[in-house]
């Protein structure tokens, strides 16, 4: 399974900070999120801002790494601590 | 030394921690404060959420990106989570090195790239009783190109 | 506020003047320190000499100039003279802004143009009681050139 | 009279913090300098440092300022402090 999770403004508009998926329907991060956006609703629109931060793992993730089993992805808008 | 937490912290403590070594020439310590106002609208606190476990990482990274390129005797980060007031502590930054070049670039490096990879995020509320999620500002990642465009200049 | 003093600073202190505004939002602070080792020697210890009066001019110049170039909250500055012993704080230069870029730069400006402007003068001495003065540091003549060329660019 | 004061390792070189000098002889800090190195002894080497700053009533000069009455003229060498 991978585990995925939303923060802040996403997690809101999602109405839920956390999902456990299928590790073979979802191969990468962009099929990964392929599949996210089908879910109908507002996930479509909510995930499809491309100032959107992924991290795989806990590091900050700019390409389209594959995924595994135990694989921990984060989907969150901008950071804005400091 | 890197920490998240929601309790405060005090400059003073940490700025004895930085100056330990005999060696230290030069502290530079930057704190983030919650300002009563933002991008025009009036504030009266804001919660900070964060991505647990993460943050850490991130943070230990960014500090260890920054002892690569000067040379720094101590680094003290702190961030805290959670429910903060007007005025409150937000953020610690503290660098000692020999020389005050390394130990300013350096705190700087941090905070820019603290302010745009690290998984904290603002929700701001008014006197209203409103609260909404901050916007990332353009500014923030145009001061991440700093650090590429000069790397060069600012090693020295 | 400028100050020429003999006796120690605190900077918790200092940081609590310098925070009093509730629309700050960033305080970077710089202290310098007796370091044990310059240029390869071995030091015990330094008397700072000093111009007396110019030494407040030049610094309130220093800082109306930051003042100029800065939109800042706050600015304290505090520089020792006399006998100073391993690891004592020398000087202290605080900036209170709204945004961190500003208190950055405006810090880093004061100490560029203190170290070359300000007439204060080290005279290191050793554990053999030997004493010498300290010769002025190319690099600190070099750091004013970052001012004069990138006006603009620091200027955002 | 003009008010000619030495600090740090210049003085120590010179031997002397302060001097009342005439400013009808000293019409400007070229001149007053020249004069000053002409008094033997060590003098004209320790003034002859092209790395000399010098500051008038207080503020750092760096071309040749006309001098007058009540005029303080400071030579020092290179500032180190902070």
Redesign the interface.
Known sequence: MIKV?F???LR?QLGISELQLDSKNNPDVASLLNNLQQRGGGWAGALADN?L?V?VN???STGNPSLQDGDEV?F??????? | MIKVQSEDF???VE?DLL?QQ????????????????NLGKKVSGLT????P??TE??LT?IVEQAKQRWNILACRVI?RVGKLA??DQ??FVGVAA?H??E??AC??FI?DY??????????ECNEQGESY?????E?D?Q?LGKWRDNEAAHKK
């Open positions: 999770l923060f802040a403004k809101d100032k931060m991290a806990q590091t900050i984060a969150f808008p901008p950071v804005t601590g400091g | 005090n400059l003073q700025y100056r005999s060696s230290v020439g030069a502290v530079v310590t930057f704190s983030g404060l919650v300002r009563d106002c900070l959420e964060h991505y476990g993460m990482k991130s990274e961030h007007l005025q937000i953020v020999l005050r070049r130990a300013f705190c700087e905070m603290l302010k745009t990879q690290a998984p904290f995020w603002k929700k999620w901050v916007d990332a500002r500014t990642a001061a």
